[in-house]
């Protein structure tokens, strides 16, 4: 407040000592008074003095009217004119440019007649000296002393004013407000009771009394003043309504401002105060319209705060080219150290950003050059850091911007820009590979604003986090609170059940990760197809390791359907595995028939592949006996071939007609075979591979040599069938019709013995015993209606 009065002050005219009091002459003709004679001499050589043009001249006249005078007080030191002279005399030294000896003789005066009209004169001469040296403490009592001796009324009023603008200037509010309200009581103290008030106002306002503050500033705008101090009053006034939220008060008295001649030098302030008024009403465009309606400006600290004011406007209009103008134009008009350069330039890259973030770390850089190092801790420095690393992120310079980031102190910014900050730093940080760093600020963001819309996302990125740092239980946690809510977005509980599936399976915690595939497919509408299969293929996979094959297919089966060529394989395995423990032969053989196909067949297990081909050849499906007890043969190392699937793997052979390939098989039997019945069994197949082959003595040889074991049952009614048919193509239908004769008669096979009649009725005929042959017929047909020859 002393700053904002030291400058008024200055508009003020720089005191001068008034004129004297008027001298009364003795009349000489009715005595004689050599005294004042010699005091005439002095005061007629100080009036040329002061009628004097010329400078030096004028000097020289004080200089000889001060030497008179002092040789009169030496000379006549209690004449009656002394106490006039003294006055003179330092005057006189006064304005010759002797300052040190004319307060001594004011100060003599002033102690020898205290309470004359001469010594109220000489207070208010070194009053006004020391006033206008700013030596307050000095004016302030000499001033009083001149009110109180003053000789005209309105010089008392002058006295009690300086006075109080001098204990003002001091901060003794106390004493400027008792000689303010002297010369506001006082009915002579009309040419300074309007600065008066002004003054009273202003004290009121620094003890915070703003309605006795705005009274006294009213009482002057409604008064009858000139157009100056009406126009100072009417300012501070609005100022003050302003504070008190009496803005309509306020914008009338700053647009009386505005159109009332006389007042220009207020309208600059005036003009300011209405746009900052209209701001707060955040009635921007008016703001500008204001800005733009006058020309006149202020200068340095004014004019900055004006164009701040329009500039902030433009912002709010998204008008920032021409805010970034004027807040340059701010910066030109204050020291580069000043608070208001600091502000205007945090808001010309505030400008910049919005306008065009290519360049924006650069102008950060220079930014953070100029004002750092003055404001640290600053929330504005820690903004534009802010708007860096934004920049650098959304650039894609993911490693710059987590290292900016960093350096941004959450406490420090805005309200406002916290949560941006917390969130997108540690969305930030995490993508840079800094999951602790991530997770602090993505905790604290979760923390402190749980109910901002992103916190789903902050969740996701935690949970993520969680799992690189090998934390998995905070990980599903958070997972879990995405997947509990009905208010994420669809994305995030997709996102959250896929996650935690995913490590679940990392985890080989299975049945939970089977929990979590089956809640993406349950719970997500519109799931993409490979997601849809990766879900499908996973929760089958599980069931199959859980020993739930059998609930595997349907899953397996629609994963292969929605992506066949990522699952063809890991599927068709699975559900080889899921139709075996289904005991589903005929699926189990299609799959492995897709699998030879395909060439992945080896990776099915053998226990699937043997009981796949016994099933298949049980059921008289012969090649896929074949194909499934093929893919578990192993010529190379027949040994290590279970003995089952080379019988098998014989049998299915000789039915689909592949000789070679039975006798291979049948020949690896053998080589390990040790039981007489199977050896038997065996031998006969060997004799039916032969006879494939058309190499009958070989045949006849290995069926002699499985009748030498004695075989019994199947085996035996084989055999008999066997030797039959050699000995029907070696021409010899008796003794072929001999050994159907044996099956026929006893053995009661469903399969063989139909087979043994059949033959038997060839056997016959070809001797042309035609009526035993058609005995044998009607036998076939009576026990075996409708059987047909295979």
């Not at 005066?109 to 001469?125: E, F, M, Q, V």
């Not at 020949?667 to 039981?675: G, I, M, R, T, Y």
Request: proline share 5%; aromatic share 10%.
């Amino acid at each position: 407040m002393k700053r904002i009065l030291a400058l008024s002050l200055l508009a003020v005219p720089v005191l001068h000592a008034q004129e004297p009091p008027r001298a009364v002459e003795a009349d000489p003709a009715l005595r004689t008074d050599p005294g004042n004679d010699f005091f005439l001499r002095g005061k007629n050589v100080y009036d040329s003095a002061r009628a004097s043009t010329d400078f030096q001249t004028r000097v020289a006249y004080y200089q000889r009217a001060a030497q008179i005078f002092a040789d009169y007080l030496t000379n006549f030191p209690n004449h009656p004119n002394a106490e006039m002279a003294w006055w003179y005399l330092g005057n006189s030294y006064y304005q010759s440019g002797n300052p040190h000896e004319a307060k001594r003789c004011f100060s003599t005066l002033i102690n020898r007649y205290g309470d004359g009209k001469w010594a109220a004169a000489a207070s208010y001469t070194m009053a006004a000296d020391h006033y206008n040296k700013a030596e307050y403490a000095f004016a302030a009592p000499m001033f009083e002393r001149y009110a109180r001796n003053a000789g005209k009324p309105t010089e008392r009023a002058r006295g009690h004013y300086y006075a109080g603008n001098s204990y003002r200037m001091l901060g003794r509010d106390r004493e400027a407000t008792r000689e303010y309200k002297a010369v506001v009581d006082d009915p002579a103290g009309t040419l300074f009771a309007a600065q008066s008030k002004i003054s009273l106002g202003h004290l009121a306002l620094d003890r915070g009394k703003l309605e006795d503050a705005l009274t006294w500033f009213e009482d002057v705008a409604n008064g009858n003043y000139a157009p100056k101090v009406t126009g100072e009053a009417m300012l501070q006034s609005a100022l003050t309504a302003t504070k008190l939220g009496r803005t309509e008060l306020a914008d009338q008295r700053l647009n009386q401002i505005m159109r009332t001649p006389g007042m220009e030098d207020f309208r600059p302030d005036a003009q300011t105060a209405l746009m900052a008024n209209l701001y707060a009403k955040k009635q921007y465009d008016e703001v500008i319209r204001i800005f733009r309606s006058s020309a006149t400006k202020s200068e340095g600290e004014k004019e900055a705060a004006r164009l701040m004011i329009a500039a902030r406007a433009y912002m709010r209009l998204k008008q920032p080219s021409q805010a970034l103008t004027l807040f340059r134009d701010v910066e030109r008009l204050v020291k580069p150290e000043s608070d208001t350069a600091f502000e205007a330039s945090y808001y010309r890259l505030l400008c910049f950003f919005q306008i065009e973030g290519r360049h924006v770390p650069d102008q950060v850089d220079a930014f953070l050059q100029l004002y750092r190092k003055l404001h640290p801790g600053d929330r504005r420095i820690h903004t534009a850091l802010m708007m860096k690393a934004e920049t650098l992120y959304g650039a894609g310079k993911v490693a710059e911007a987590a290292k900016v980031y960093s350096e941004v102190s959450a406490a420090v910014v805005g309200e406002k820009n916290r949560p941006g900050l917390l969130f997108q730093r540690g969305w930030c940080l995490a993508e840079a590979g800094d999951a602790q760093g991530a997770i602090r600020s993505i905790s604290e963001f979760i923390s402190r604003y749980p109910d901002d819309p992103r916190v789903p996302s902050a969740l996701a990125k935690r949970a993520r986090a969680y799992a690189d740092v090998s934390e998995p239980g905070k990980a599903i946690a958070d997972f879990d609170r995405l997947t509990g809510s009905k208010e994420v977005p669809e994305d995030l509980v997709s996102y959250a059940w896929l996650e935690s599936a995913r490590m679940r399976r990392g985890e080989n915690n299975i049945p939970d990760m089977i929990v979590r595939y089956k809640g993406l497919l349950e719970q997500v509408d519109g799931l993409g197809e490979n997601l849809q299969a990766e879900a499908n293929y996973w929760i089958g996979w599980g069931l199959v390791k859980t020993n739930a094959a059998r609930e595997s297919v349907g899953y397996l089966d629609k994963a292969r359907e929605l992506r066949p060529k990522a699952y063809q394989k890991h599927a068709g395995i699975l559900l080889a595995l899921g139709y075996f423990a289904g005991q589903e032969p005929e699926k189990l053989s299609q799959e492995i028939r897709t699998a030879i196909e395909k060439g992945y067949a080896a990776e099915i297990p053998d226990q699937a592949l043997q009981w796949s081909g016994m099933q298949s050849f049980n059921s008289g499906d012969y090649e896929a006996a074949v194909r499934s007890l093929g893919q578990i043969a192993n010529d190379d190392d027949p040994r290590s071939t279970p003995k089952e699937v080379w019988r098998y793997l014989a049998k299915a052979r000789i039915e689909t007609g592949d000789g070679d390939g039975a006798l291979t098989a049948v020949n690896h039997l053998l080589d390990v075979e040790e039981n007489p019945a199977w050896k038997a069994d065996g031998l006969l197949d060997r004799a039916r591979a032969l006879d494939l082959l058309d190499r009958p003595t070989e045949a006849r040889k290995s069926v002699d040599e499985a009748m030498e074991l004695r075989p019994q049952g199947r085996t035996s009614a084989g055999l008999r069938i066997t030797s039959g048919d050699l000995h029907l193509k070696a021409g010899d239908p008796k003794q072929a019709a001999a050994e159907y004769l044996i099956v026929v008669n006893f053995h009661e096979d469903k399969e063989l013995k139909p087979l043994a009649l059949s033959k038997l009725v060839e056997a016959l005929e070809k001797q042309g015993d035609k009526t035993e042959a058609e005995t044998y017929r009607q036998q076939l047909q009576r026990e075996f209606p409708g059987w047909e020859k295979p």
